[in-house]
T-cell receptor, first 111, second 113 residues
Framework: DGGITQSPKYLFRKEGQNVTLSCEQN?????MYWYRQDPGQGLRLIYYSQIVNDFQKGDIAEGYSVSREKKESFPLTVTSAQKNPTAFYLC??????????FGPGTRLLVL | GESVGLHLPTLSVQEGDNSIINCAYSNSASDYFIWYKQESGKGPQFIIDIRSNMDKRQGQRVTVLLNKTVKHLSLQIAATQPGDSAVYFC????????????FGKGTHLIIQP
């Protein structure tokens, strides 16, 4: 099956803990993105990457980090510096300049 | 602030009627617009897109209209069905390339039987 997968579906974070959200795509897309969605709100861009080993900050990058070591993978780390991490995290991918397609999301909750 | 927004947070329509969801944008440099449908607890699903060199595009039961003069985008859904119940987002791309999208807050479409 082709598509975008995110794991886990639910993730719990303790105070002061870093957690990593996985995003994988087998669509051969060049660009990948991370968005955050709060209840009743639209999506806000955290980070994006247009090519391997390169990425740019989005509108709300503080408290997050990413890597793009492989074309298929774009993991997002929510660091302890992110004071309000509870949200629905969505990963997307696209060919350059084309439509972005989204994964199923990871819901992050703080214990 | 956000450059993309929606006029109504909730829209209720009768099953079988046509639905029109509106969106305003403020950046005249935006050149690509997308409508997404999001069901509860799921990722957004692509519906239809339009580029700034067009003013209308049709898909299966959906039509997107773009009015660049007033910076307005609309999504028309014909013969609304129960499965159309969801939150609909418009999004714009200002980068002309692979930059991220800017989303509005969304409109919750409710289908009355």
């Amino acid at each position: 099956d082709g598509g975008i997968t995110q794991s886990p579906k639910y993730l719990f974070r303790k105070e002061g803990q870093n957690v990593t959200l996985s995003c994988e795509q087998n669509l051969n897309h060049d660009a990948m993105y991370w968005y955050r969605q709060d209840p009743g709100q639209g999506l806000r861009l955290i980070y994006y990457s247009q090519i391997v080993n390169d990425f740019q900050k989005g509108d709300i990058a503080e408290g997050y980090s990413v890597s793009r070591e492989k074309k298929e993978s774009f993991p997002l780390t929510v660091t302890s510096a992110q004071k309000n991490p509870t949200a629905f995290y969505l990963c997307a991918s696209s060919m350059t300049g084309e439509t972005q397609y989204f994964g199923p999301g990871t819901r992050l909750l703080v214990l | 602030g956000e450059s993309v927004g929606l006029h109504l947070p909730t829209l209720s329509v009768q099953e079988g009627d046509n639905s029109i969801i509106n969106c305003a944008y403020s950046n005249s440099a935006s050149d690509y617009f997308i409508w997404y449908k999001q069901e509860s607890g799921k990722g957004p699903q692509f519906i239809i897109d339009i580029r700034s060199n067009m003013d209308k595009r049709q898909g299966q039961r959906v039509t997107v209209l773009l009015n660049k003069t007033v910076k307005h985008l609309s999504l028309q859904i014909a013969a609304t069905q129960p499965g159309d119940s969801a939150v609909y987002f418009c999004a714009e791309n200002m980068g002309g390339g692979a930059d991220g999208l800017t989303f509005g807050k969304g409109t919750h479409l409710i289908i009355q039987p």
